[in-house]
């Protein structure tokens, strides 16, 4: 795993304790300092490794300071950061279970030098649940602008009013236009995002398309505007892989990026795979585009190997990582 890390002068003892043993592990750790215990103005440190975790150089984060607690503060006001403040073994899986911590604080002061390194590892390698928490997340992560929650003037009055408003149902023939305008977006806009090229599904003629909606499960996320996100669940055929699942195809509009469906369609489609008695779900994605790895690790998607060119495209090969998730 990526990790980036930094401390200011009170948590420097323990971050370079704590580097030595991650990296012993196997892990790729980049330090944001400081680089001694002379005394330093904490968000200094702290911001680079927040903002490396946002924009994806680095899987997760760790910040150490005396309590931890300013060194959260800092981490946190940077959008797409989930920074947990931990200072037990539960307070930590907690923060992976519930919170998809990305970002773990720690005041090194207050917690005994035996116990932090346990309470790194417990949030290093404890998963997401998904489920009610991803939807929680999600809405944690919403801009604060009004596209995805505000909360109204006065104690304690919480509104739902501007919550995305999504309608997630299975697409049947009578969509086949709205899908596969859709689709072919997806291709055009983001061609390194699928194994398909526009050209393979642009001449498809809409009665195909219909009977593909008809055989197999399609999710479709819908607003006032129309159709908004698409993903797809198709069981492998066989007698010796029918407990397994292929989920392919996630693409959104622009209008409902960083809004929550994306989460939907995957909640949908893991509903629906339980419900067809199917034991784990697979998927590939592009090793790079960690924000959909990430959204994936949220609903229990683990990353067992890594194909490197397996999509070739104008501008290059492109390595896809293959997805997992244990359903049973």
């Avoid at 931890?68 to 073994?89: D, T």
């Avoid at 892989?241 to 469906?261: D, F, K, T, V």
């Avoid at 784990?280 to 190997?305: C, H, I, P, S």
Wanted: glycine share 12%; net charge neutral.
């Amino acid at each position: 795993m990526k990790l980036a890390i930094g401390a200011d002068h009170a948590g420097y003892d323990a971050k370079t304790r704590i580097i030595a043993e991650l990296v012993s592990r196997g892990h790729e750790v980049t330090d944001f300092g400081t680089d001694s215990t002379e005394p330093v103005d904490y968000p200094v440190v702290i911001r680079p490794v927040a903002l490396a975790v946002a924009g994806g150089a680095a899987d997760r984060g760790i910040v150490l300071g005396g309590s931890g607690n300013g060194e959260a503060m800092v981490a946190n006001r940077v959008p797409g950061v989930r920074c947990a403040l931990c200072w037990s073994l539960e307070s930590a899986r907690l923060a992976r279970r519930h919170n998809d911590a990305n970002v773990l604080a720690l005041g090194a002061r207050l917690i005994p030098e035996g116990e932090l390194m346990p309470i790194v590892l417990a949030w290093l390698t404890t998963p997401f649940d998904g489920g009610r928490h991803a939807r929680r997340v999600a809405l944690v992560d919403a801009p604060p602008d009004g596209s995805g929650y505000s909360i109204e003037q006065g104690p304690g009055q919480v509104s739902s009013d501007n919550v995305p408003s999504w309608t997630v149902r299975r697409l049947r023939a009578g969509d086949a236009a709205a899908f596969h305008a859709l689709r072919l977006e997806g291709f055009t806009r983001n061609p390194g995002e699928f194994r398909v090229a526009v050209e393979d599904e642009s001449g498809l003629e809409l009665d195909r398309v219909a009977a593909r909606l008809e055989s197999t499960y399609v999710a479709g996320g819908f607003d006032a505007e129309g159709l908004a996100g698409i993903a797809g669940l198709t069981r492998y055929d066989g007698a010796k892989l029918r407990h397994r699942a292929l989920l392919w195809g996630m693409y959104l509009h622009e209008r409902a990026r960083g809004r929550s469906l994306a989460d939907r369609l995957v909640e949908d489609l893991l509903a629906e795979a339980r419900r067809q008695g199917i034991e784990q779900v697979v998927l590939t994605v592009v090793a790079a585009n960690l924000r959909a790895r990430r959204l994936y690790e949220r609903w229990g998607f683990t990353v067992y190997g890594v194909e490197p060119g397996a999509v070739r495209t104008a501008g290059g090969d492109l390595d896809e990582a293959l997805m997992l998730c244990r359903l049973r």
